[in-house]
């Protein structure tokens, strides 16, 4: 199985950029479809996006244009580079490995870190 802990959370004005990342030990994450997820206070988690064996990606349609995963696979290393960040994008991001399929759902995903907060201020 594959571990993931998730960094590069942080506090960033509107308009700024973050970049977050997810090192994976384990297992190689060329094996995966590997994830972002988010969750904010009160709300249900979210689909963010993924990458999938192939090299594959998805995005949510409020993140299309701005966010931007990508991976190192020497470096078992998923990344989100996040830009023009909004209030709304604000919670806690999430890495994780589905080994079956390419979705959004999230509970097609069974490893998952711990997560990382990223909050933006208006």
């Known amino acids: 199985q594959v571990q993931l802990e998730e960094s590069g959370g942080g506090l960033v004005q509107a308009g700024g950029s973050l970049r977050l990342s997810c090192a994976a030990s384990g297992r190689t994450i060329r094996m995966y479809t590997v994830g972002w997820f988010r969750q904010a206070p009160g709300k249900e988690r979210e689909f963010v996006g993924n990458?999938?064996?192939?090299?594959?990606?998805q995005y949510a349609d409020s993140v299309k244009g701005r966010f931007t995963i990508s991976r190192n696979v020497v470096e078992n290393t998923l990344y989100l580079q996040m830009n023009d960040l909004k209030p709304d994008d604000t919670g806690v991001y999430y890495c994780?490995?589905?080994?079956?399929?390419?979705?959004?759902?999230?509970?097609?995903?069974?490893?998952w870190g711990q997560g990382t907060q990223v909050t933006v201020s208006s």
């Open positions: 990458i999938n064996w192939n090299g594959g990606t």
């Open positions: 994780a490995a589905d080994p079956r399929t390419w979705t959004m759902v999230p509970v097609t995903y069974d490893y």
